[in-house]
């Protein structure tokens, strides 16, 4: 068996409102399937987000079927599944339609019961669970559901034996930078040999006990923490490479990322002194730019700057640029000191005695401590002054 594993095209994303972006995640989502074709797989599997929108315009579901045509011809299904940003409510989304017209096969849970050469239905509830079956491999997927939604799901353990699981979701133990949005954890996750992930913008393969957690991330760069190359100017030049974009090949369930060109975006960070510091500075990044390049820029510094002077520089040697500056203050030099300089004895053992999680309300600490620390005549006297406090 040799799949193709794809997530994140986002077709119709006009970032930073630029019409041309949105013809560049075209391009390279068709740059990824033209590159699939080549590699002769047997099908392939898109795991969610295909559209940037669950009502794509007109031009973008024509680009849809036109590139998906390119594997309609070499007669290779194609099994998705919904992202966050494409599925609706509504009882027919995008995805239906381009189902109608042969052009991909959906996954997950539906309203009516659904059975064709490669699909299956299992009934569950009101709904029926459509997975498919191709050449002996069950492959399980949905649509994207919030943590607790799925985990409902999962208990209600309506899932047959699986081979592969398309899910379009964070899971905890796979991504290794910090989550921002919701998650799953692996207890969470039905069982498989491969778990084809979507929502991950960047590519990431990890084998954990046995079983392969894969996100292709999307063919092109959403956002500056996808850039292709970052400079950091602070008090010295620092140029590092950031993430390829692409799919994976899975063979025999080993899988091999393959790399796909697209725009360059670049990320700059700079810190100046003043106007003549920020040109200089500016004059050094030149060379790692390009024409047909998008630049983020941001500037710090303690001085205000002319930023437009910049601009006027920059702008002839970019495609696109988006620019900020931020003012800065001095640093102030924080002195840290240890506790025992901070807090007396008496607070000191306070402070231990609050840490203690066996009584049921601050009165209760209060008192025993107080009866430990003074006394129990001096206790009554202290309570009886924050009881007061407290009711007013």
Do not use: W
């Not at 030149?286 to 303690?302: A, H, K």
């Not at 600490?365 to 005549?377: K, P, S």
Request: hydrophobic content about 40%; charged content about 30%; some cysteine.
């Amino acid at each position: 068996m040799k799949f193709a594993h794809l997530a994140d095209a986002h077709l119709g994303y006009e970032q930073y409102h630029l019409p041309f972006r949105a013809e560049d995640f075209a391009k390279s989502f068709k740059s990824a399937v033209e590159s699939v074709v080549e590699q002769d797989v047997d099908i392939v599997i898109i795991s969610g987000d295909l559209f940037h929108r669950s009502n794509p315009n007109p031009k973008t579901i024509k680009q849809a079927i036109e590139i998906l045509n390119l594997l309609r011809r070499e007669n290779i299904p194609v099994f998705a599944i919904e992202g966050n940003h494409d599925k609706t409510i509504k009882d027919v989304s995008i995805y239906d339609l381009l189902e109608s017209l042969g052009l991909l096969f959906k996954l997950g849970l539906r309203k009516k019961f659904v059975k064709s050469d490669f699909l299956k239905s299992k009934t569950f509830g009101n709904y029926s669970l459509v997975y498919a079956n191709y050449d002996g491999l069950t492959i399980f997927g949905d649509t994207h559901r919030s943590s607790h939604q799925f985990k409902l799901l999962m208990e209600d353990r309506y899932l047959p034996d699986c081979d592969i699981v398309v899910l379009h979701m964070s899971v905890k133990e796979v991504v290794d930078f910090e989550i921002r949005d919701d998650y799953v954890t692996l207890k969470d996750l039905p069982k498989a040999k491969y778990y084809a992930l979507g929502h991950i913008h960047i590519p990431i393969s990890k084998n954990i006990s046995d079983s392969l957690f894969v996100y292709p991330g999307c063919p092109e760069r959403f956002d500056a923490r996808e850039y292709s190359l970052k400079i950091d100017y602070f008090d010295e030049l620092v140029v590092s490479e950031g993430y390829e974009k692409g799919f994976f090949i899975v063979k025999n369930f080993k899988p091999k990322f393959v790399k796909i060109d697209c725009r360059d975006l670049i990320l700059a960070n700079l810190s100046v002194k003043d106007q003549k510091d920020a040109l200089s500075k500016i004059k050094e990044i030149l060379d790692f730019l390009n024409t047909e390049s998008l630049l983020i820029l941001r500037i710090y510094g303690e001085r205000t700057i002319n930023v437009e002077e910049i601009r006027a520089i920059l702008e002839r040697n970019v495609k696109n640029l988006r620019i900020s500056f931020e003012k800065i203050s001095k640093e102030r030099k924080v002195e840290v000191k240890k506790i025992n300089e901070v807090f007396n004895e008496f607070e000191l053992s306070l402070i231990e005695y609050l840490k203690r999680s066996d009584f049921e309300s601050i009165i209760d600490i209060v008192q025993d401590f107080v009866e430990r620390e003074f006394g129990l005549r001096k206790r009554e006297k202290k309570v009886g002054t924050l009881l007061d406090f407290l009711e007013g």
